[in-house]
């Protein structure tokens, strides 16, 4: 990693952390840049809850350097970092009140009495509580309680903010409101934050850039066009959202190109940003809103004979399931335009698909 010290509020190099047996996390390096929000993202067991906790300073690295603004703390304790922490379970005191539990980072900090006031009422009045200082957590709803603990972070100024899955606990429609919330409220404020989830819908909506990771170490990280539009492997293209895949076999190969047979013997020419040798295994993947059914091949596009075997009615779309012939099951789906869609269960169609929305992986 060609980042060096002091030039990103947080820096991570060569990252290691074993719990007996298992390495949690390995060779792990991530650079985040002033004001920036990077989503570490992947599924239970992947390593990112532990990468936050390396950060906080909850137990220390096997190897490897942590910076906070230039300057090493991997030796440090968490009250020495300067960072901020949001829990998954909130972790508010409850027999305090609201502006107690705001306040109670800044008391450990001995900052003047005024100050805590002042700087409590402000934190407060940033997340939307003002005037509900005297209140207890339990007489607040999870989203109310959810924002109490992001002003405590917050209300020590911390030089990063740590966010591990904190609206896992919420409802949908809440759950949407909080992330669009947190996310202008951190770019208003422009601080270093750091999130972790296994919601690619959040992923996705809040970072600046996701760091997609598997096995304890970083599959791939980039902007979230990147990697939804251009994931790097099979993991992160499954992972992120949904993908068809299909076995492929590279029929001729070029710098940019590579003329692909899919099942059926079909043929398309794709960009690939990966060297595939000729007559090399590969994978075609295919997002479902990118491809679409007609009832003959399409010239120039990927056209796969298929079988209809579920419809799903989702509201804004409908979920068409397909077995291809002699090939996997896929997924298409059609905006819902007020329309039926002219097909049934056990209708013969064809999966189509245009170069444009086919991504070549390595197998």
Same mark, same amino acid.
């Not at 060609?2 to 991530?30: H, P, Q, S, Y």
């Given at each position: 990693?060609?980042? #060096? =010290?002091?030039?990103?509020? /947080? ?9 007996? /047996? ?21 599924? *239970?067991?992947? &390593? ?53 539990? =705001?306040?109670?980072? /800044?008391?450990?900090? #001995?900052?003047? #009495? ?28 999870? &989203? ?14 911390? +030089? ?7 609206? *896992? ?44 990771? $598997? ?6 990280? &980039? ?9 790097? +492997? ?25 003329? @692909? ?40 596009? @990927?056209?796969?004979?298929?079988? =209809? ?26 905006? $819902?335009? &007020? ?12 999966? =189509? ?11």
């Amino acid at each position: 990693m060609g980042t #060096r =010290v002091g030039e990103a509020a /947080l820096l991570l190099k060569g990252i290691e952390k074993r719990f007996g /047996l298992v390495t949690a996390v390995r060779g792990l390096d991530l650079a985040v840049a002033q004001g920036e929000f990077v989503t570490l993202l992947g599924p *239970s067991g992947c &390593g990112k809850s532990t990468t936050l906790g390396l950060i906080a300073g909850f137990f220390p690295p096997d190897a490897g350097e942590i910076y906070l603004g230039g300057r090493h703390v991997e030796n440090l304790p968490p009250f020495a970092r300067d960072i901020g922490v949001v829990f998954q379970d909130y972790a508010l005191f409850p027999h305090m009140t609201v502006a107690q539990n =705001v306040a109670f980072g /800044l008391k450990m900090r #001995r900052v003047d #009495r005024a100050e805590i006031n002042a700087r409590v009422e402000e934190a407060l009045d940033l997340v939307k509580l003002g005037g509900l200082g005297s209140r207890r957590p339990l007489q607040l709803s999870g &989203g109310q309680r959810q924002r109490v603990a992001l002003a405590r972070a917050l209300v020590v100024r911390p +030089t990063v903010l740590l966010l591990d899955e904190p609206l *896992s606990n919420l409802d949908l429609k809440l759950r949407e409101e909080m992330r669009a919330e947190i996310a202008a409220l951190q770019r208003r404020l422009a601080i270093t934050t750091v999130f972790v989830t296994h919601d690619q819908g959040e992923a996705l909506a809040m970072s600046d850039r996701i760091a997609v990771m $598997n096995a304890g170490a970083i599959e791939q990280i &980039g902007r979230p066009t990147e990697i939804y539009e251009r994931p790097a +492997t099979r993991f992160v293209a499954d992972f992120i959202g949904r993908t068809n895949v299909m076995p492929a076999t590279v029929g001729a190969a070029g710098s940019t190109q590579v003329s @692909l047979v899919t099942v059926q013997g079909a043929t398309i020419e794709v960009a690939t940003a990966h060297s595939l040798a000729t007559g090399a295994r590969a994978l075609l993947a295919v997002r479902p809103e990118r491809a679409t059914l007609a009832t003959a091949p399409v010239a120039d596009a @990927l056209s796969l004979r298929a079988e =209809v075997t579920q419809i799903l009615y989702l509201g804004a779309s409908r979920e068409i399931h397909l077995t291809l012939d002699d090939g996997p099951a896929v997924i298409v789906d059609l905006a $819902n335009d &007020g329309r039926e869609p002219p097909i049934e269960i056990g209708d013969r169609v064809w999966f =189509v698909a245009a170069p444009a929305s086919c991504l070549v992986l390595p197998a």
